[in-house]
């Protein structure tokens, strides 16, 4: 058999999973334990699930042949508590492998990131009040002159601009994500977040960020039980919207963070929203920085060794059954 055996690879990522009815934020866009359950139930009798080492290997040796059909990754983004607490038991349970891309600013300093900033917010305030709460800080702002028109235009403009629904979120609630994840000016973004997460959840930052994000013991636990951890950046930044310098730094930052628990000269990049350049695949990609692959959220199967091993596709947890049936088994 060649080498070069082509080979359909599944991967499905997922964010938070959790027993939603009894959360504090049952609104928050997760997936319920027992949904979860039933996935990794529909997952034993579709596909084989393989290690993240097997497709580095695989790379590696360009021998693909040893890829089982019906291959399938799972991946988990952001290190949650829940990846701890809910997942790995029952990762454990099902004898799978899970891969984890923790940021590395959130288990390291304790500060909780504004992409979750805006998550929770989103969980807690009616969407029609939060845009009209973000067009009056916008509005207050830009008569502080924190920035010009030119940056930032008018609030009708900019609704125009960022409101475009995907498959998943309605208009409004991307105009909230976009403006407060990478549209603004950092510094201004930062304090609008800060500000509305006070105001609709009203709770330490400090405090919510250890109870959101796993901790280093619970992470070398993991890696010790079988997991395998990557890299996810180290501030969850929109890599490819930053300057050269500021998105190698992040990156290295990560890297010396998490080298208890990666190996070095064969990791994973996990891209923050999915959002890329050409000088962060360049980067990575130098053999000195130690990359290997990276992981996209384009919606589609993985066809080894076809694919960039740098840009390869991920599906959707609510792409699976039972929630959806955009990937389906044998």
């Known amino acids: 058999m060649s080498t070069e055996t082509e080979k359909k690879v599944t991967i499905v990522m997922y964010h938070y999973v959790r027993d939603l009815t009894y959360s504090r934020y049952p609104d928050i866009k997760g997936l319920d334990v027992r949904l979860f359950e039933e996935q990794l139930e529909f997952i034993r009798k579709s596909f084989t699930v393989i290690r993240m080492e097997d497709v580095l290997a695989a790379y590696e040796t360009k021998d693909f042949s040893s890829l089982p059909e019906n291959s399938l990754l799972l991946t988990f983004d952001d290190g949650y ?4 607490t809910v997942v790995y038991p029952l990762l454990k349970k099902y004898g799978m492998q899970g891969s984890f891309f923790p940021n590395a600013k959130a288990v390291k300093e304790h500060k909780l990131l504004d992409v979750n900033k805006i998550h929770h917010i989103l969980a807690t305030a009616p969407i029609d009040e939060l845009v009209q709460a973000c067009f009056e800080k916008l509005t ?4 502080a002159g924190r920035f010009s028109d030119k940056e930032v235009p008018s609030n009708e403009e900019l609704y125009r601009e960022l409101a475009v629904p995907n498959r998943f979120d309605p208009g409004e609630v991307i105009f909230v994500k976009r403006l407060l994840q990478n549209r603004l000016p950092e510094d201004v973004r930062n304090e609008i977040a800060t500000c509305l997460f ?3 959840v009203g709770i330490s930052e400090e405090v919510f960020a250890r109870e959101l994000y796993m901790n280093r013991d619970q992470i070398r636990c993991m890696k010790e039980g079988g997991m395998f951890f990557g890299l996810h950046g180290y501030d969850h930044y929109w890599l490819g919207k930053l300057t050269k310098e500021k998105m190698e730094k992040d990156i290295l930052q990560a890297r010396d963070y998490f080298s208890d628990v990666i190996d070095e000269k064969a990791w994973v990049m996990n891209y923050p929203y999915g959002n890329y350049s050409e000088d962060v695949l360049q980067f990575i990609q130098k ?3 130690g990359c290997k692959l990276g992981l996209t959220v384009e919606a589609r199967t993985a066809d080894l060794p ?6 390869l596709p991920r599906w959707d947890t609510n792409d699976l059954p039972p929630l959806g049936n955009s990937v389906g088994g044998m």
């Open 81 to 84: 508590i829940d990846h701890y």
């Open 306 to 311: 076809g694919e960039n091993r740098y840009l």
């Open 140 to 143: 207050e702002y830009r008569e």
């Open 198 to 200: 006070e105001t609709y």
């Open 287 to 289: 053999e000195e920085i």
